[in-house]
């Protein structure tokens, strides 16, 4: 389980009431879409730049209440039936731009000097998602809201912390700089650990190795600075837990799953002593049973 804020976007999932599958449906291909122009590919800037100007273009048609008039052809699969699920349950625009904004950051840059900064990617890239869907079932008020954002922030986080090496090899680093000079590691230490790492070739499923074996490889400031890291995402996901109480039915109990996913990797980072160079954190069959206790109970 790859612990990713579109992975995990409860996309036909079962525990999800069929009279808003298509809706969500809608919303994630607008989001998977954009997000493989600003990630996937060859192209340069300018040209992915280029690519999702046009999608601000196209919301901007919606917003005008102007569908009709969308732009290319090949786009029209993604904003027709969008703008039709947009007018369809009211949902704002806002955080449709905010997406956009995170995934034109993502073309331009890969470092974040300070905590603020990387929260405030998070709040655009991560955290519209949760508001969507808190907007598809009516469930808008400021705690709801509040705790949605803090679980779409821990979970962007557990991701960040898990994916560490395989960001590297992509050319980003997620840990704030001034994060990494307080506990004296420098980014000369993620590309030399980062050159060899299995996690990089790692298939999902992959077994956790022993404590024995997991141990000792990572330096004990990088540990430090991991724990640091992992408990402010943990933190995070445990604020919101309370919102899945409260949502009714299928939708709690899909994010009580998530929820606890993220958990459950955070764990196995602490079990690999944050060592994510030699494995990278999974889920195995086994996890899942532990996480629908969890859920359940």
Not at 127 to 150: C, F, I
Not at 209 to 220: E, F, I, L, P, S
């Amino acid at each position: 389980m790859s612990v990713d804020h579109y992975e995990n976007f409860p996309v036909a999932s079962l525990l999800l009431p069929r009279r808003l599958r298509g809706a969500v449906h809608d919303i994630y291909r607008f989001a998977r879409s954009a997000d493989d122009i600003a990630d996937e590919g060859d192209a340069d800037a300018a040209t992915r730049l280029a690519q999702l100007a046009v999608y601000r273009q196209a919301l901007e048609h919606i917003d005008a209440g102007q569908p009709a008039a969308l732009v290319e052809a090949r786009l029209k699969p993604v904003f027709v039936p969008l703008a039709e699920t947009i007018a369809r349950h009211g949902l704002p625009l806002g955080p449709f731009f905010d997406l956009l904004s995170a995934f034109e950051q993502d073309v331009t840059t890969t470092r974040y000097e300070t905590d603020i900064q990387l929260f405030d990617y998070c709040k655009r890239s991560a955290n519209p998602v949760g508001r969507l869907m808190l907007h598809l079932y009516g469930a808008t008020d400021a705690s709801s809201l509040s705790e949605s954002d803090a679980i779409c922030t821990g979970l962007q986080l557990v991701n960040f912390w898990q994916d560490v090496a395989i960001d590297w090899h992509k050319g980003r680093v997620y840990l704030p700089r001034r994060v990494l000079e307080r506990h004296g590691v420098t980014e000369a230490y993620i590309a030399d650990r980062a050159a060899t790492a299995p996690a990089v070739r790692a298939q999902a499923s992959a077994r956790l190795k022993t404590d024995a074996d997991a141990g000792g490889r990572a330096d004990q400031a990088w540990q430090t600075l991991m724990r640091e890291q992992v408990q402010q995402a943990r933190s995070l996901l445990h604020a919101g837990l309370p919102l899945t109480s409260r949502l009714p039915g299928r939708l709690g109990l899909e994010l009580k799953l998530i929820v606890h996913g993220g958990l459950r990797i955070l764990e196995r980072l602490d079990q690999l002593h944050y060592d994510i160079f030699q494995q990278r954190p999974t889920l195995s069959k086994r996890d899942w049973a532990v996480l629908f206790w969890r859920a359940l109970t």
